[in-house]
Protein backbone atom coordinates (compact mmCIF):
# COMPACT_ATOMS: atom_id res chain seq x y z
CA UNK A 1 0.00 0.00 0.00
CA UNK A 2 1.76 3.17 -1.28
CA UNK A 3 1.92 5.61 1.33
CA UNK A 4 -1.18 7.61 0.92
CA UNK A 5 -2.61 9.96 3.80
CA UNK A 6 -6.11 10.07 4.40
CA UNK A 7 -8.06 13.06 6.47
CA UNK A 8 -11.15 10.77 7.90
CA UNK A 9 -14.08 13.43 7.79
CA UNK A 10 -11.48 16.09 6.22
CA UNK A 11 -10.42 16.88 9.50
CA UNK A 12 -7.87 19.69 9.36
CA UNK A 13 -8.29 19.93 5.73
CA UNK A 14 -8.31 23.39 3.90
CA UNK A 15 -10.57 22.86 0.85
CA UNK A 16 -10.82 26.14 -0.11
CA UNK A 17 -11.40 30.33 0.52
CA UNK A 18 -14.22 31.54 1.83
CA UNK A 19 -14.45 35.32 2.04
CA UNK A 20 -17.96 34.74 4.32
CA UNK A 21 -16.83 34.24 7.97
CA UNK A 22 -13.28 33.30 9.53
CA UNK A 23 -13.48 30.56 12.48
CA UNK A 24 -10.33 30.83 14.59
CA UNK A 25 -9.38 28.15 16.90
CA UNK A 26 -5.92 30.01 18.09
CA UNK A 27 -7.65 32.87 19.59
CA UNK A 28 -11.28 31.77 19.70
CA UNK A 29 -13.04 33.90 17.18
CA UNK A 30 -15.39 34.04 14.74
CA UNK A 31 -16.14 37.15 12.22
CA UNK A 32 -18.71 37.52 9.74
CA UNK A 33 -16.79 39.34 7.00
CA UNK A 34 -14.59 40.81 9.57
CA UNK A 35 -16.88 41.53 12.26
CA UNK A 36 -17.02 39.78 15.46
CA UNK A 37 -19.97 37.86 15.67
CA UNK A 38 -20.71 38.79 19.57
CA UNK A 39 -20.52 42.13 18.08
CA UNK A 40 -22.84 41.45 15.60
CA UNK A 41 -25.00 39.73 18.36
CA UNK A 42 -25.18 42.77 20.54
CA UNK A 43 -26.04 45.50 17.91
CA UNK A 44 -27.69 44.08 15.29
CA UNK A 45 -31.45 42.77 13.84
CA UNK A 46 -30.72 39.40 12.03
CA UNK A 47 -31.93 41.37 9.14
CA UNK A 48 -28.85 43.32 9.19
CA UNK A 49 -26.86 40.49 9.75
CA UNK A 50 -28.32 37.94 6.52
CA UNK A 51 -27.39 41.37 4.55
CA UNK A 52 -23.62 41.03 5.55
CA UNK A 53 -23.56 37.24 4.91
CA UNK A 54 -24.71 37.93 1.18
CA UNK A 55 -23.55 41.57 0.45
CA UNK A 56 -20.53 41.39 2.42
CA UNK A 57 -21.02 44.74 4.25
CA UNK A 58 -23.86 45.73 6.82
CA UNK A 59 -27.10 47.82 5.15
CA UNK A 60 -27.29 51.64 5.07
CA UNK A 61 -31.08 52.17 6.72
CA UNK A 62 -32.13 52.81 3.26
CA UNK A 63 -30.93 48.79 1.90
CA UNK A 64 -32.24 47.32 5.34
CA UNK A 65 -35.85 48.87 4.51
CA UNK A 66 -35.80 47.73 1.49
CA UNK A 67 -35.04 43.82 2.76
CA UNK A 68 -37.44 44.12 5.18
CA UNK A 69 -39.87 45.21 3.11
CA UNK A 70 -39.08 42.20 0.82
CA UNK A 71 -39.22 39.93 3.68
CA UNK A 72 -42.28 40.61 4.84
CA UNK A 73 -43.80 40.01 1.77
CA UNK A 74 -42.55 36.22 1.84
CA UNK A 75 -43.80 35.68 5.24
CA UNK A 76 -47.10 33.85 4.75
CA UNK A 77 -47.19 30.66 4.33
CA UNK A 78 -47.57 29.38 0.94
CA UNK A 79 -50.69 26.97 0.56
CA UNK A 80 -48.84 24.91 -1.58
CA UNK A 81 -46.10 24.47 1.32
CA UNK A 82 -48.85 24.31 4.15
CA UNK A 83 -50.52 21.11 1.62
CA UNK A 84 -47.53 19.33 1.47
CA UNK A 85 -47.31 19.66 5.28
CA UNK A 86 -50.24 18.67 6.02
CA UNK A 87 -50.02 15.49 3.88
CA UNK A 88 -46.76 14.02 6.02
CA UNK A 89 -48.11 11.92 9.09
CA UNK A 90 -48.26 13.72 12.31
CA UNK A 91 -45.13 11.69 13.58
CA UNK A 92 -43.24 13.15 10.81
CA UNK A 93 -40.10 14.59 11.93
CA UNK A 94 -39.33 18.59 11.71
CA UNK A 95 -36.71 17.74 9.56
CA UNK A 96 -38.29 16.35 7.32
CA UNK A 97 -41.33 19.10 7.17
CA UNK A 98 -38.44 21.57 6.78
CA UNK A 99 -36.89 19.71 3.75
CA UNK A 100 -40.42 18.74 2.65
CA UNK A 101 -41.27 22.70 2.81
CA UNK A 102 -38.15 23.69 1.19
CA UNK A 103 -38.07 20.97 -1.55
CA UNK A 104 -41.74 22.88 -2.70
CA UNK A 105 -40.71 25.96 -2.56
CA UNK A 106 -37.46 24.92 -5.00
CA UNK A 107 -40.14 23.11 -7.06
CA UNK A 108 -43.11 25.76 -7.21
CA UNK A 109 -40.33 28.53 -8.42
CA UNK A 110 -38.43 26.18 -10.86
CA UNK A 111 -41.50 25.07 -12.64
CA UNK A 112 -41.24 26.99 -15.73
CA UNK A 113 -37.68 26.48 -16.06
CA UNK A 114 -37.09 23.30 -18.62
CA UNK A 115 -33.46 23.67 -18.99
CA UNK A 116 -31.64 22.20 -16.42
CA UNK A 117 -28.64 24.53 -17.07
CA UNK A 118 -30.86 27.68 -16.51
CA UNK A 119 -31.82 26.54 -13.21
CA UNK A 120 -28.74 27.64 -11.54
CA UNK A 121 -29.80 30.93 -12.54
CA UNK A 122 -28.40 33.99 -12.24
CA UNK A 123 -26.55 35.84 -9.23
CA UNK A 124 -29.44 38.11 -8.73
CA UNK A 125 -32.33 35.21 -9.00
CA UNK A 126 -30.27 33.63 -6.34
CA UNK A 127 -30.36 36.24 -4.05
CA UNK A 128 -33.79 36.80 -4.21
CA UNK A 129 -34.67 32.61 -3.55
CA UNK A 130 -32.03 33.19 -0.25
CA UNK A 131 -34.04 35.92 0.94
CA UNK A 132 -37.47 33.81 -0.42
CA UNK A 133 -35.75 31.22 1.72
CA UNK A 134 -34.63 33.23 4.86
CA UNK A 135 -38.50 35.20 4.68
CA UNK A 136 -40.73 31.81 4.31
CA UNK A 137 -38.26 29.80 6.85
CA UNK A 138 -40.19 31.63 10.29
CA UNK A 139 -43.46 30.28 9.27
CA UNK A 140 -42.81 27.11 8.36
CA UNK A 141 -40.76 26.34 11.42
CA UNK A 142 -43.93 27.90 13.19
CA UNK A 143 -46.71 26.03 11.67
CA UNK A 144 -44.70 22.51 12.57
CA UNK A 145 -44.75 23.71 15.94
CA UNK A 146 -48.60 24.69 16.24
CA UNK A 147 -49.64 21.51 13.96
CA UNK A 148 -48.47 19.46 16.34
CA UNK A 149 -49.69 20.88 19.30
CA UNK A 150 -53.08 21.17 17.56
CA UNK A 151 -53.22 24.68 17.15
CA UNK A 152 -54.41 26.70 14.46
CA UNK A 153 -51.69 28.89 12.06
CA UNK A 154 -51.05 32.67 13.19
CA UNK A 155 -50.51 34.77 10.20
CA UNK A 156 -47.70 36.95 10.24
CA UNK A 157 -47.73 40.53 11.11
CA UNK A 158 -46.22 43.43 9.24
CA UNK A 159 -45.64 45.76 12.39
CA UNK A 160 -43.11 43.10 13.80
CA UNK A 161 -39.82 42.65 12.44
CA UNK A 162 -38.60 39.12 11.78
CA UNK A 163 -37.39 38.12 15.57
CA UNK A 164 -40.44 39.23 17.31
CA UNK A 165 -42.38 38.20 13.86
CA UNK A 166 -41.10 34.76 14.43
CA UNK A 167 -42.02 34.55 18.31
CA UNK A 168 -45.49 35.94 17.22
CA UNK A 169 -46.29 33.28 14.69
CA UNK A 170 -45.22 30.40 16.89
CA UNK A 171 -46.68 31.52 20.04
CA UNK A 172 -49.93 33.51 18.97
CA UNK A 173 -49.03 36.67 21.09
CA UNK A 174 -46.12 39.10 21.42
CA UNK A 175 -43.26 38.28 23.15
CA UNK A 176 -41.25 40.74 25.83
CA UNK A 177 -38.00 42.65 24.83
CA UNK A 178 -35.83 40.22 26.40
CA UNK A 179 -36.86 37.41 24.92
CA UNK A 180 -37.23 38.77 21.45
CA UNK A 181 -33.43 40.15 21.98
CA UNK A 182 -32.17 36.41 22.92
CA UNK A 183 -34.08 35.31 20.07
CA UNK A 184 -32.28 37.40 17.44
CA UNK A 185 -29.20 36.71 19.45
CA UNK A 186 -29.57 33.23 18.75
CA UNK A 187 -30.31 33.13 15.02
CA UNK A 188 -27.17 35.75 14.55
CA UNK A 189 -24.99 33.21 15.98
CA UNK A 190 -26.40 30.47 14.24
CA UNK A 191 -26.53 31.88 10.88
CA UNK A 192 -23.07 31.12 9.72
CA UNK A 193 -19.64 28.96 10.67
CA UNK A 194 -17.56 28.28 7.05
CA UNK A 195 -17.40 24.95 6.19
CA UNK A 196 -19.19 23.09 9.04
CA UNK A 197 -20.79 19.62 7.45
CA UNK A 198 -24.28 21.37 5.84
CA UNK A 199 -22.11 24.64 4.64
CA UNK A 200 -19.85 22.32 2.87
CA UNK A 201 -22.80 19.98 1.56
CA UNK A 202 -24.38 22.79 0.18
CA UNK A 203 -21.13 24.12 -1.89
CA UNK A 204 -20.18 20.28 -3.15
CA UNK A 205 -24.35 20.27 -4.95
CA UNK A 206 -23.52 23.55 -6.17
CA UNK A 207 -20.35 22.69 -7.74
CA UNK A 208 -22.17 20.18 -9.74
CA UNK A 209 -24.60 23.32 -11.28
CA UNK A 210 -27.62 22.11 -9.25
CA UNK A 211 -29.93 24.99 -8.37
CA UNK A 212 -29.88 26.80 -5.02
CA UNK A 213 -32.99 24.88 -3.32
CA UNK A 214 -31.26 21.60 -4.36
CA UNK A 215 -28.09 23.02 -2.44
CA UNK A 216 -30.01 23.81 0.98
CA UNK A 217 -32.96 20.51 0.84
CA UNK A 218 -29.15 18.41 1.00
CA UNK A 219 -27.66 21.17 3.67
CA UNK A 220 -30.62 20.07 5.69
CA UNK A 221 -29.92 16.71 5.63
CA UNK A 222 -26.79 17.34 6.88
CA UNK A 223 -27.68 19.18 9.68
CA UNK A 224 -30.30 16.77 10.84
CA UNK A 225 -27.82 14.61 12.23
CA UNK A 226 -27.05 14.50 16.45
CA UNK A 227 -23.30 15.47 15.76
CA UNK A 228 -24.07 18.80 14.02
CA UNK A 229 -27.53 20.63 13.63
CA UNK A 230 -29.77 17.79 16.15
CA UNK A 231 -27.47 17.79 18.99
CA UNK A 232 -28.86 21.37 20.75
CA UNK A 233 -32.75 19.11 20.57
CA UNK A 234 -30.66 16.28 22.03
CA UNK A 235 -29.03 18.54 24.87
CA UNK A 236 -32.73 18.75 25.95
CA UNK A 237 -33.10 15.20 26.18
CA UNK A 238 -29.93 14.69 28.24
CA UNK A 239 -31.19 17.55 30.48
CA UNK A 240 -34.56 15.69 31.11
CA UNK A 241 -32.78 12.14 31.76
CA UNK A 242 -30.67 14.41 34.36
CA UNK A 243 -33.59 16.90 35.81
CA UNK A 244 -31.88 18.17 38.68
CA UNK A 245 -28.06 19.20 39.34
CA UNK A 246 -27.52 17.08 42.13
CA UNK A 247 -27.99 13.83 39.46
CA UNK A 248 -25.10 15.13 37.33
CA UNK A 249 -22.60 13.42 39.03
CA UNK A 250 -24.16 9.87 38.95
CA UNK A 251 -25.21 10.58 35.45
CA UNK A 252 -21.91 11.32 34.28
CA UNK A 253 -20.59 7.98 35.55
CA UNK A 254 -23.40 6.43 34.02
CA UNK A 255 -22.94 8.03 30.23
CA UNK A 256 -19.10 7.93 29.87
CA UNK A 257 -18.99 4.25 31.24
CA UNK A 258 -20.94 3.74 28.30
CA UNK A 259 -19.21 5.76 25.93
CA UNK A 260 -21.83 7.96 25.22
CA UNK A 261 -21.24 11.54 23.47
CA UNK A 262 -22.57 14.06 25.68
CA UNK A 263 -24.55 16.34 23.16
CA UNK A 264 -24.03 20.04 23.19
CA UNK A 265 -20.10 19.28 23.98
CA UNK A 266 -16.62 18.85 21.35
CA UNK A 267 -15.86 20.55 18.53
CA UNK A 268 -14.20 20.04 15.32
CA UNK A 269 -12.53 22.93 14.86
CA UNK A 270 -12.48 24.69 18.19
CA UNK A 271 -10.71 22.66 20.93
CA UNK A 272 -10.88 24.98 23.62
CA UNK A 273 -14.33 26.06 23.79
CA UNK A 274 -17.17 27.60 21.59
CA UNK A 275 -16.35 31.20 20.59
CA UNK A 276 -20.38 31.57 20.28
CA UNK A 277 -21.27 30.19 23.84
CA UNK A 278 -19.98 33.44 25.93
CA UNK A 279 -22.52 35.22 24.00
CA UNK A 280 -25.70 32.99 23.61
CA UNK A 281 -24.80 31.88 27.72
CA UNK A 282 -25.60 35.86 28.41
CA UNK A 283 -28.47 35.22 26.95
CA UNK A 284 -29.50 32.12 28.49
CA UNK A 285 -28.78 33.99 31.96
CA UNK A 286 -31.31 36.95 30.82
CA UNK A 287 -33.82 34.19 30.03
CA UNK A 288 -33.49 32.12 33.41
CA UNK A 289 -33.58 35.85 35.51
CA UNK A 290 -37.05 36.63 33.03
CA UNK A 291 -38.33 33.56 33.80
CA UNK A 292 -37.14 32.92 37.35
CA UNK A 293 -35.57 29.72 36.71
CA UNK A 294 -32.60 29.30 38.63
CA UNK A 295 -32.93 24.84 38.49
CA UNK A 296 -32.03 25.33 34.52
CA UNK A 297 -28.80 27.75 35.47
CA UNK A 298 -27.77 25.44 38.42
CA UNK A 299 -28.17 22.25 36.16
CA UNK A 300 -26.33 23.82 32.97
CA UNK A 301 -23.25 24.98 35.06
CA UNK A 302 -22.99 21.70 37.33
CA UNK A 303 -22.81 19.32 34.13
CA UNK A 304 -21.06 22.03 32.01
CA UNK A 305 -18.07 21.92 35.16
CA UNK A 306 -18.66 18.14 35.77
CA UNK A 307 -17.44 17.06 31.86
CA UNK A 308 -14.90 19.86 31.53
CA UNK A 309 -13.30 18.42 34.94
CA UNK A 310 -13.23 15.08 33.40
CA UNK A 311 -12.89 15.29 29.67
CA UNK A 312 -11.29 18.72 29.13
CA UNK A 313 -14.06 19.40 26.83
CA UNK A 314 -15.51 22.52 26.03
CA UNK A 315 -19.37 23.26 25.29
CA UNK A 316 -20.43 24.50 21.57
CA UNK A 317 -23.24 26.68 20.32
CA UNK A 318 -25.83 23.88 21.08
CA UNK A 319 -24.97 23.57 24.78
CA UNK A 320 -26.50 27.27 25.72
CA UNK A 321 -28.82 27.20 23.08
CA UNK A 322 -30.97 24.33 23.76
CA UNK A 323 -32.05 25.50 27.21
CA UNK A 324 -32.52 28.96 26.09
CA UNK A 325 -35.01 27.57 23.28
CA UNK A 326 -36.72 25.67 26.03
CA UNK A 327 -36.99 28.78 28.25
CA UNK A 328 -38.45 31.02 25.42
CA UNK A 329 -41.39 27.97 24.98
CA UNK A 330 -40.36 26.16 21.83
CA UNK A 331 -40.77 22.50 22.05
CA UNK A 332 -37.38 20.67 21.62
CA UNK A 333 -38.25 19.22 18.30
CA UNK A 334 -38.37 22.56 17.12
CA UNK A 335 -35.08 23.81 18.18
CA UNK A 336 -33.24 22.03 14.82
CA UNK A 337 -35.80 24.11 12.59
CA UNK A 338 -34.72 27.29 13.89
CA UNK A 339 -30.99 26.23 13.15
CA UNK A 340 -31.97 25.81 9.74
CA UNK A 341 -34.02 29.46 9.81
CA UNK A 342 -30.58 31.14 11.16
CA UNK A 343 -28.07 29.19 9.03
CA UNK A 344 -30.04 29.38 5.40
CA UNK A 345 -28.50 32.81 5.16
CA UNK A 346 -24.93 31.47 5.29
CA UNK A 347 -25.73 28.30 3.24
CA UNK A 348 -27.35 30.55 0.71
CA UNK A 349 -24.31 32.89 0.79
CA UNK A 350 -21.50 29.86 0.39
CA UNK A 351 -23.54 28.74 -2.88
CA UNK A 352 -23.14 32.16 -4.20
CA UNK A 353 -19.84 32.47 -3.24
CA UNK A 354 -19.75 28.47 -4.86
CA UNK A 355 -21.38 29.82 -8.20
CA UNK A 356 -18.86 33.21 -8.50
CA UNK A 357 -15.88 30.80 -8.36
CA UNK A 358 -17.05 27.40 -9.23
CA UNK A 359 -15.35 24.26 -9.55
CA UNK A 360 -16.75 20.54 -9.06
CA UNK A 361 -15.58 19.36 -5.89
CA UNK A 362 -14.41 15.50 -6.32
CA UNK A 363 -12.09 14.34 -4.01
CA UNK A 364 -9.77 12.01 -4.53
CA UNK A 365 -10.41 7.96 -2.68
CA UNK A 366 -7.81 5.03 -1.99
CA UNK A 367 -8.70 2.11 -2.88
CA UNK A 368 -8.35 -0.85 -0.15
CA UNK A 369 -11.25 -3.77 -1.57
CA UNK A 370 -10.29 -7.25 -3.31
CA UNK A 371 -7.76 -6.85 -5.87
CA UNK A 372 -8.26 -7.24 -10.00
CA UNK A 373 -10.33 -10.61 -10.30
CA UNK A 374 -12.56 -12.21 -13.23
CA UNK A 375 -15.60 -13.73 -13.91
CA UNK A 376 -15.43 -17.35 -14.31
CA UNK A 377 -16.32 -18.39 -18.21
CA UNK A 378 -16.44 -14.93 -19.31
CA UNK A 379 -15.07 -15.07 -23.09
CA UNK A 380 -13.47 -11.17 -23.49
CA UNK A 381 -15.22 -9.13 -26.85
CA UNK A 382 -12.78 -7.97 -28.64
CA UNK A 383 -14.80 -4.70 -28.84
CA UNK A 384 -14.26 -3.79 -25.06
CA UNK A 385 -10.62 -4.61 -24.72
C1 LIG B 1 -22.23 21.89 15.46
O1 LIG B 1 -18.50 22.32 12.26
C2 LIG B 1 -19.21 23.24 12.79
O2 LIG B 1 -18.86 24.40 12.77
C3 LIG B 1 -20.52 22.76 13.41
C4 LIG B 1 -21.30 23.82 14.16
C5 LIG B 1 -21.83 24.88 13.21
O3 LIG B 1 -22.08 26.00 13.67
O4 LIG B 1 -22.11 24.52 12.04
O5 LIG B 1 -20.45 24.43 15.12
C6 LIG B 1 -22.52 23.22 14.85
O6 LIG B 1 -22.44 20.90 14.81
C7 LIG B 1 -21.62 21.81 16.83
C8 LIG B 1 -21.36 20.35 17.28
C9 LIG B 1 -22.69 19.75 17.76
N1 LIG B 1 -22.52 18.31 18.02
C10 LIG B 1 -22.51 17.83 19.28
O7 LIG B 1 -22.61 18.51 20.28
C11 LIG B 1 -22.43 16.32 19.34
C12 LIG B 1 -21.42 15.89 20.41
N2 LIG B 1 -20.10 16.27 19.95
C13 LIG B 1 -19.24 15.22 19.42
O8 LIG B 1 -19.93 14.27 18.66
C14 LIG B 1 -17.96 15.77 18.80
O9 LIG B 1 -17.43 16.65 19.70
C15 LIG B 1 -18.01 16.41 17.43
C16 LIG B 1 -18.61 15.51 16.41
C17 LIG B 1 -18.76 17.69 17.47
C18 LIG B 1 -16.56 16.70 17.02
O10 LIG B 1 -15.90 15.54 17.08
P1 LIG B 1 -14.47 15.30 16.36
O11 LIG B 1 -13.75 16.56 16.16
O12 LIG B 1 -14.68 14.43 15.19
O13 LIG B 1 -13.69 14.57 17.49
P2 LIG B 1 -13.94 13.09 17.88
O14 LIG B 1 -15.41 12.72 17.76
O15 LIG B 1 -12.95 12.26 17.16
O16 LIG B 1 -13.61 13.15 19.45
C19 LIG B 1 -12.26 13.13 19.90
C20 LIG B 1 -12.34 12.43 21.25
C21 LIG B 1 -13.03 11.08 21.16
O17 LIG B 1 -12.52 10.29 22.22
P3 LIG B 1 -11.67 8.98 21.81
O18 LIG B 1 -12.59 8.12 20.98
O19 LIG B 1 -10.46 9.51 21.03
O20 LIG B 1 -11.33 8.39 23.16
O21 LIG B 1 -13.15 13.21 22.16
C22 LIG B 1 -14.31 12.47 22.50
C23 LIG B 1 -14.47 11.38 21.47
O22 LIG B 1 -15.15 10.26 22.04
N3 LIG B 1 -15.45 13.36 22.43
C24 LIG B 1 -16.53 13.26 23.20
C25 LIG B 1 -17.36 14.32 22.80
N4 LIG B 1 -16.77 15.01 21.82
C26 LIG B 1 -15.59 14.41 21.58
N5 LIG B 1 -16.85 12.36 24.17
C27 LIG B 1 -18.05 12.55 24.76
N6 LIG B 1 -18.91 13.54 24.42
C28 LIG B 1 -18.59 14.43 23.47
N7 LIG B 1 -19.44 15.40 23.15
Known amino acids: MTDIEIKKGLAGVTVDYTAISKVNPDTNSLLYRGYPVHELAATEPFEAV ?5 HGELPDAEQLAALRATERAHRALVPAVQQAIDLLPPGA ?30 PDENLDRSIRLFAALPAIVAYGQRRR ?14 AANFLWMTFGREADEVVVDAFNRSMILYAEHSFNASTFTARVV ?17 LKGPLHGGANEAVLHIFD ?40 KAALDTLVEHYDRPDVLALYTTLESEFVARKGIYPNLDYPSGPAYNLMGFDTLTFTPLFVAARVTGWTAHIMEQQ ?12 NGPDERHIEGYVPD ?4
Open 241 to 280: EIGTADNVAAWLDQALAAKRKIMGFGHRVYKRGDSRVPTM
Open 50 to 54: AYLLW
Open 206 to 222: TSTLSDLYSAVVAAIGA
Open 356 to 367: ASNALIRPLSAY
Open 382 to 385: AAVQ
Open 149 to 162: RGEALVPPRDDLDY
Open 93 to 122: HPMDEIRTAASVIGAVDLADIGNVMDAVGT
